[in-house]
């Protein structure tokens, strides 16, 4: 059973489009996370959703919108994609609430590629 | 502005040999510090994490030192082995935020 799962894993599409990465969680957790990870490796938090509520919205760009139809999806939809666009974007969930565990657990990635 | 600062930037180790990984942190209200480890193509686990009120945690092979006065913290792999061949992350959050601070990585490489 995989726990957080990601489509596509492979996204290549040239400038201008607009895509969508689905992710999904089968914890039970009730926050869910979107990370950035970029050519050198270094991992950024983009933006984490708790409840379906939005609580972090890191300085990214408003082309990036993330959707949470319910606590266990977070979609992220990019808008008018860049070169600069290019990464590898992680999800992640973790559990808060009244029993909460700090660990973050990612789903496998999808690498994003803009020509 | 980094706010958690790692070294070295690639390790590489004999096989059986002592891995040591670096961490400092600027912002003393962070009150968690985990470990992830990513292989290639996958993505981050949780390999171990430690509060500020402990100086050392060992699961394993695998012990974090704690330097609170410093806002320094360290991995070490003991018996290191080709298979702890991956990047390694250290973090700080502020539990009541929920942010997780990576340190920008260190890709470790052992031997045989």
């Known amino acids: 059973d995989t726990a957080v799962s990601q489509t596509p894993k492979y996204l290549v599409t040239q400038m201008g489009n607009d895509k969508s990465i689905k992710c999904e969680q089968n914890?039970?957790?009730?926050?869910m996370y979107w990370y950035k990870q970029d050519s050198k490796k270094f991992l950024k938090i983009m933006f984490s959703?708790?409840?379906?509520?939005?609580?972090i919205n890191e300085t990214v760009p408003n082309r990036f919108s993330p959707k949470s139809p319910d606590k266990a999806h977070l979609n992220l939809h990019i808008n008018s994609l860049e070169l600069g666009d290019s990464a590898v974007y992680f999800c992640?969930?973790?559990?808060?609430?009244?029993?909460?565990?700090?660990?973050?657990?990612f789903g496998p990635g999808t690498r994003l590629t803009v020509t | 502005q980094q706010q958690v600062k790692q070294s070295p930037q690639s390790l590489i180790v004999q096989k059986g040999g002592i891995s040591i990984i670096n961490c400092a942190y600027e912002?003393?209200?962070?009150?968690?510090f985990p470990w992830y480890q990513q292989f290639p193509g996958k993505g981050p686990a949780l390999l171990i994490a430690?509060?500020?009120?402990?100086s050392e945690k060992k699961e394993g092979r695998f012990t974090i030192s704690f330097n609170k006065s410093a806002k320094q913290f360290s991995l070490h792999i003991m018996d290191s082995q080709p298979g702890d061949s991956a990047t390694y992350f250290c973090?700080?959050?502020?539990?009541?935020?929920?942010?997780?601070?990576f340190g920008p990585g260190t890709s470790l490489s052992v031997i045989p």
């Open positions: 992640a969930s973790s559990q808060h609430g009244l029993v909460a565990s700090y660990e973050q657990y």
């Open positions: 914890l039970g957790h009730d926050t």
């Open positions: 959703y708790n409840n379906k509520e939005l609580i």
């Open positions: 912002n003393t209200a962070f009150d968690y």
């Open positions: 430690i509060r500020p009120d402990v």
């Open positions: 973090a700080a959050m502020k539990t009541s935020y929920d942010k997780v601070i």
